[in-house]
């Protein structure tokens, strides 16, 4: 299983050792870095008071998150005494493949995918909690095709295809953005499902 997409063209991306992963795998720095990514830069200050944390607290976590190269402060920004801390642009890439053998990660790696599922089902909570007007309301999806019977390559050659078309709607950089656009967010799992009344590979 992996998370975050492959890489849009131009865009470094990083896979995650053990070391990083640790670094990462922390409810409280993955919300930070959730924020950070959702919202764009923001100062400690800010953090804290969206997160209900102590300052010092919050500051102590994204030193943490710099150290292990997940987020930069945003130079020329701020000052000495409140600094601006922003995504570092490189895509995050975990294959839980990788710790199959490492047992020492294997907590960090629950605890990581634990809390990112965490975050997936919040966004859609929330987004079903707030007051949406009908041309927004009516074109937002939450949906499930549960009748698949795929093989490995062929689940793979799907989540691709998906990909794909998401990357081809995504903006350029310096594309002059539309006054009615909103941010969008698009998440995806699929995975295999065992048989309740069978065994793997068995036929219903």
């Known amino acids: 299983m992996t998370t975050e997409p492959p890489a849009s063209p131009g865009r470094p991306q990083r896979r995650l050792d053990a070391r990083s992963l640790r670094g990462l795998?922390?409810?409280?720095?993955?919300q930070i870095f959730e924020l950070l990514n959702l919202d764009g830069p923001a100062t400690a200050t800010r953090l804290a008071e969206r997160l209900g944390e102590n300052t010092g607290t919050v500051s102590w976590h994204?030193?943490?998150?710099?150290?292990?190269?997940?987020?930069e402060e945003e130079t020329g920004r701020g000052t000495k005494r409140e600094?601006?801390?922003?995504?570092?642009?490189?895509s995050n890439r975990l294959d839980t493949a990788d710790f199959r053998?490492?047992?020492?990660a294997r907590g960090a790696v629950s605890l990581?995918?634990?809390?990112?599922?965490?975050?997936?089902f919040n966004r859609v909570n929330d987004y079903i909690a707030e007051d949406w007007p009908?041309?927004?309301r009516n074109v937002g999806?939450?949906?499930?095709?549960?009748?698949?019977?795929?093989?490995?390559?062929?689940?793979?050659?799907?989540?691709?295809?998906?990909?794909?078309?998401?990357?081809?709607?995504?903006p350029a950089p310096d594309a002059e953005q539309?006054?009615?656009?909103?941010?969008?967010v698009v998440q995806l799992q699929s995975f295999p499902r065992r048989s309740r009344t069978a065994g793997p590979g068995s036929a219903e």
């Open 25 to 30: 795998a922390h409810p409280l720095r993955m």
């Open 112 to 120: 990581y995918l634990h809390q990112l599922v965490q975050q997936y």
């Open 134 to 136: 009908d041309e927004w």
């Open 101 to 104: 053998h490492d047992p020492d």
């Open 178 to 184: 539309d006054p009615a656009a909103l941010p969008i």
């Open 141 to 170: 999806t939450i949906s499930d095709w549960s009748r698949l019977r795929l093989t490995p390559a062929q689940l793979q050659a799907l989540n691709d295809e998906i990909f794909a078309v998401v990357e081809r709607h995504a």
């Open 62 to 71: 994204l030193r943490h998150l710099a150290e292990h190269g997940f987020i």
């Open 83 to 90: 600094r601006w801390w922003r995504r570092v642009a490189v």
